[in-house]
């Protein structure tokens, strides 16, 4: 059974920097895309950014181009999530996601077959 654990949320002020962390446990995930959702209060969870398996090529959501970076370390299971000049619409719960099958990148929640428990992100003024 896969578990991913996310790490690294908080609350941080307008223009601060915040780094995700999720750890992928019970199997690799090596040859799988990654990827990162948010859900604000109220809202439907929508896509921040994706990552293929090598790393090679990166998707993100038009709100966070040239803010948010992903990345990946397949030797520690990792997937990170860079977040810089932070602003209070990027509040919520971030989860980390992986797909049911392999090289899949998933950038639509029909396509995640695995969720971690979420991450709180607090932007305040």
């Known amino acids: 059974q896969v578990q991913l654990v996310e790490s690294g949320g908080g609350t941080v002020q307008a223009g601060g920097s915040l780094r995700l962390s999720c750890a992928v446990a019970g199997r690799s995930l090596t040859f799988y895309g990654m990827a990162w959702f948010r859900q604000a209060p109220g809202k439907e969870r929508e896509f921040v950014a994706a990552i293929n398996w090598s790393g090679s090529s990166t998707e993100s959501a038009d709100s966070v181009k040239g803010r948010f970076a992903i990345s990946r370390d397949n030797a520690k299971n990792t997937v990170y999530l860079q977040m810089n000049s932070l602003k209070p619409e990027d509040t919520g719960v971030y989860y980390c996601?992986?797909?049911?099958?392999?090289?899949?990148?998933?950038?639509?929640?029909?396509?995640?077959?695995?969720w971690g428990q979420g991450t709180q992100v607090t932007v305040s003024l």
């Open positions: 996601a992986a797909p049911l099958e392999s090289f899949v990148i998933p950038i639509a929640t029909s396509q995640v077959r695995y």
